[in-house]
């Protein structure tokens, strides 16, 4: 399995955030939230989550039973083919007795608005009062460190899949 993480130190080691892509390993999300590592890990859309009632389901339908009004659409800066927004939903997820103190646990979906069926949900665990406008930035910031590696890839020959050898 494939999975980039980010690490970005805003100021000390309990300041430091993980961004992963598509986690299916519950053990790699625990092992963060026990070091307090903040993170914002995208999840496929039949993850399964418990809603308030204590019920597992797919991250996907509790988003789609969310109200119109529980959408935001912001601006995440310039993209190649113009200004980039999304529209964006988050929520707390219930039932945190098992999260560390000052610690909590929510999700966090971006749509687009040209497709309203192309949805990335993410999971998020962070300090308590931190911003949904930061949880988003961390999931976008995934965006430009991808095409860092794309070009890198292209610029060592990566790209092509094949073997290349020099003979001295």
């Not at 963060?32 to 339908?61: F, P, Y």
């Not at 529980?70 to 939903?89: F, I, K, M, V």
């Amino acid at each position: 399995m494939e999975q980039l993480i980010v690490i970005e130190h805003d100021g000390g080691l309990d300041q430091i955030s993980a961004i992963g892509q598509h986690i299916r390993r519950q053990l790699f999300k625990r092992n963060l939230e026990e070091a307090r590592i903040r993170n914002v890990l995208e999840v496929k859309t039949n993850h399964m989550i418990s809603d308030a009632g204590g019920r597992k389901r797919e991250i996907r339908s509790l988003f789609a039973e969310a109200p119109g009004r529980a959408w935001t659409r912001l601006p995440q800066g310039e993209g190649e083919r113009g200004p980039r927004e999304y529209d964006w939903a988050w929520g707390l997820l219930p039932g945190q007795s098992d999260v560390h103190d000052g610690y909590e646990r929510s999700v966090l979906a971006r749509r687009s608005p040209n497709d309203p069926d192309d949805i990335a949900y993410y999971l998020c665990f962070a300090p308590i009062g931190t911003t949904k406008s930061k949880l988003m930035s961390i999931a976008v910031a995934r965006w430009g460190i991808e095409s860092c590696f794309e070009e890198a890839k292209g610029q060592c020959g990566l790209d092509d899949y094949q073997v290349r050898q020099w003979n001295s």
